[in-house]
């Protein structure tokens, strides 16, 4: 008896039909990544005024948030908070995932952050430290973090108020 095996191709068409939406595979990119996705900088500072469950988080250290601030008005402004990225030192394995790690443990221990609050993760030009963080947070069951495209630099870029 003859065994012959046919091997198997997906289309990105079929793999699309598969799947059965863009939905689901932006479910799968988000698997993957470890976080739900980025966030352009306008739609972080309406989502930050618009009273809902969110906090825009600052992980940039403390030398580049001497550089400035993101401003808001007053009744947003309990919404932002800094928590600047851990930097340790010493011999740890996998050190940038550690410090990642440390720096989402703070961020899910400050107050009126649950794991069903938006969490809109800033540094200082979106590709630093702010995944490596939103994917922390992912795996400590916060299912609802993004990274500010282009993070700080990206902020200012849009004209969105920021203070010296």
Partial sequence: MSTHRTPVTFSPLALTATLG?????????SAARGYAGSI?????????????????????????????S??????????????????LSGNFKNMGDVEATLTATKIASLKGVKRSTKVLVL????????????????SQGFG?????????????????????
Avoid: H, M, Q
């Avoid at 540094?123 to 992912?138: I, T, Y």
């Fill in 123 to 138: 540094d200082a030009n979106g590709r630093g430290d702010a995944p490596k963080v939103a994917k922390a947070l992912g």
């Fill in 21 to 29: 939406s863009p939905a689901a595979l932006g479910a799968v990119a």
């Fill in 40 to 68: 352009r900088p306008v739609e972080a500072y309406d989502e930050a005024l618009s009273g809902g469950n969110v906090v825009v988080v600052d992980v940039r250290s403390e030398a580049d948030a001497s550089r400035g």
């Fill in 70 to 87: 993101l401003e808001f008005p007053r009744r947003a402004a309990g919404r932002v908070v800094s928590v600047p990225r851990e930097k």
């Fill in 144 to 164: 609802k973090v993004f990274v500010v495209e282009g993070g700080f630099n990206g902020w200012a870029n849009a004209g969105l108020g920021i203070s010296a």
